[in-house]
């Protein structure tokens, strides 16, 4: 009789237990859908905004921000939209201030380091957009950085094949922007893969002459070195960058939260997801002076 009662209290244990279990995984769905349904609120009722908000206050940043908006033209802009709207016609003109907002943040981390892979197909599907009016295109990159953003593929993707590259994108994003939910809901969750300790001991003992060689994008434009220098010194002098993504790694995986939440990508309100990656280039690669785009760019895509 003890015996069937101490069986007794421990399949009641057990039920407890998987019945909190279950609890507690609910609840944290429950939250992540709640976070996207707030996110997707907000893309739906407003616009983005018009300037960027900069984790740092570098020599120059301002300035060059300034420089990138103002190479846009606004006939250039209406027709990228306006085409965007013809084709996505179950999304807004807000859908695409959002967008752009984040291609221009893109292009922004693209004119001051090397490599800056494409996380998103719905913000990449605006750059291509760009690209097809190649004149367009060519003058923005020009008035902007006096160089051509390239557009390639990338044989890495955002599930792991290359996370010291993802890992590489969120150290770069991080130390210029502020990374908040709706960074998730572009760019998939942060901190999931652990920034190379490499990166940090070259920031730590090596000069600004071999950081610019290995890091950022090679320009002859003052205003454009006097950031990337700025850059430099600031990460240089706070070295709790490091730690903090450290910590937010650190937390991530204790949590096991290793996948994205299903609507990370924007899949319910866009077109795309953000499951296909591509990444620019400072290289300056050829290419004919064709008027469009086909769905998948070379290195020359876009370069004349």
């Known amino acids: 009789m003890g015996s069937l009662i101490i069986y007794l209290i421990i399949i009641i244990f057990a039920v407890i237990v998987v019945v909190n279990l279950s609890n ?25 905004p018009g300037q960027f908000v900069f984790q740092a206050n570098i020599e120059g940043i301002d300035e060059l921000e300034s420089k990138l908006h103002r190479s846009f ?82 044989a890495a ?20 922007f502020e990374v908040d939910e709706k960074t998730a ?24 002459a071999f950081l610019l060689e290995k890091y950022f994008r090679e320009t002859d434009d003052p205003l454009l070195y006097k950031v990337q220098t700025g850059l430099i010194e600031y990460i240089q002098s706070n070295d709790q960058i490091f730690d903090e993504m450290d910590r937010n790694y650190t937390k991530k995986k204790n949590k096991k939260d290793v996948a994205a939440p299903a609507d990370s990508s924007g899949a319910v309100i866009f077109a795309g997801g953000a499951d296909n990656t591509h990444d620019s280039s400072d290289s300056s690669g050829g290419g004919d002076s064709s008027s469009s785009c086909g769905s998948s760019c070379g290195s020359g895509c876009g370069g004349n």
């Not at 995984?25 to 983005?48: C, F, G, V, Y």
């Not at 179950?90 to 004119?111: G, I």
Request: one cysteine or more.
């Open 24 to 48: 507690r995984h609910t609840a944290k769905e429950n939250s992540q859908i709640t976070s996207m349904a707030r996110i997707k609120d907000e893309l739906e009722t407003n616009i983005a």
């Open 73 to 154: 033209t606004d006939t250039y802009i209406s027709q990228i939209k306006q085409k965007y709207v013809d084709e996505n016609s179950e999304n807004t003109e807000r859908h695409f201030t959002w967008l752009f907002y984040e291609l221009k943040r893109f292009y922004f981390m693209a004119a001051i380091f090397k490599e800056i892979p494409m996380y998103n197909l719905d913000i990449d599907d605006i750059w291509h957009k760009m690209i097809m009016y190649t004149r367009d295109y060519q003058s923005f990159c020009h008035d902007f950085i006096g160089d051509l953003i390239h557009h390639q593929p990338n």
């Open 157 to 176: 993707d955002d599930d792991g094949k290359d996370p010291d590259k993802r890992a590489l994108f969120e150290f770069y994003y991080s130390v210029l």
């Open 185 to 208: 809901f572009w760019h998939n969750p942060f901190y999931r893969y652990r920034l190379d300790d490499q990166v940090r001991r070259d920031f730590q003992r090596e000069g600004i």
